[in-house]
C-alpha cells in the first residue's frame, strides 16, 4: 500500500477546503452578477450600488443576485435616506416566484419603527431598535451570518441579532438568493447605497 507524505496529505486537506472570500456578489464595476425586479432604479457609480425611485415615491424594487447561497457570511456597508419610515434590506435564501413572507434583515431607522433587525411575518429580533449603534447619514457597516437555522448580525462591530428556531424558520432552510430592497414610504422618493460587498460560502 503506498501513503503520502504527511506534509502532502496536509497540503491535499487544505486545498479541498471550502474557499472562504473568493465568491464575489460585487464586482464593483456592474451589475451583470445580479438582476433586477420591479421599477426602482440601480446602478454603480465609483464602485458603490445605488438603489431608489429616482423621484418617484412609487416606485419600488429588488436588486437579486444570479447565485443562490444557503450558508453564508455576507459583509458590506451601507447608507440609507433618513426621512420617516424609508428604509432598506436585504433578503437571504429568497426566491422570487415564492409567495409569501420574506426572510431578511431589515435596514432603517429605530425611531421611526424600522431598525436594523431580523424580519419575516413580524420581527424576528428588533436588533437595533433604539438606534444605539447605526449612525447617521454615515456608512455602516454589517456582517451577517446564516447557518442552518442560525441568523447572526453585527452592526459596526456590535452584535445585534442572534436568532435561532428551525421550526419558526422550517420553510426557510433552503439555499435561495440576496436581494437588496428599497421602496418609497409616505409620498417620500428614498435611496439606499451599499459598497465592499463580500460573500463567503459556508
Known amino acids: 500500500m503506498n501513503y503520502l ?23 464593483g464595476k456592474d451589475l451583470s452578477n445580479w438582476e433586477t425586479r420591479g421599477k426602482a432604479i440601480w446602478k454603480v457609480d465609483d464602485g458603490e ?53 420574506r426572510l431578511q434583515l431589515n435596514l432603517g431607522r429605530g425611531a421611526a419603527g424600522e431598525p436594523v433587525g431580523l424580519y419575516l411575518d413580524d420581527w424576528l429580533d428588533k436588533g437595533d431598535e433604539n438606534d444605539e449603534y447605526r449612525l447617521p447619514e454615515e456608512w455602516n457597516r454589517i456582517k451577517l451570518r446564516v447557518t442552518g437555522a442560525k441568523i447572526e448580525a453585527w452592526l459596526n462591530e456590535q452584535k445585534i441579532v442572534e436568532f435561532e428556531d428551525a421550526d419558526r424558520l422550517k420553510h426557510y432552510l433552503e439555499p435561495g438568493r440576496i436581494a437588496f430592497q428599497t421602496y418609497g414610504a409616505e409620498d417620500h422618493s428614498g435611496w439606499v447605497k451599499f459598497r465592499n460587498i463580500k460573500m463567503a460560502r459556508l
Open 49 to 101: 450600488i445605488l438603489g431608489g425611485q429616482d423621484g418617484d415615491p412609487k416606485r419600488s424594487g429588488l436588486l437579486i443576485s444570479k447565485e443562490s447561497y444557503r450558508d453564508f457570511e455576507l459583509s458590506f456597508e451601507f447608507k440609507i435616506d433618513e426621512h420617516g419610515k424609508y428604509n432598506s434590506g436585504v433578503y437571504f435564501r429568497f426566491h422570487a416566484d415564492r409567495k409569501g413572507p
Open 5 to 27: 507524505p504527511s506534509f502532502l496529505l496536509a497540503v491535499t486537506a487544505l486545498y479541498c477546503l471550502p474557499a472562504l472570500g473568493d465568491d464575489s456578489l460585487f464586482n
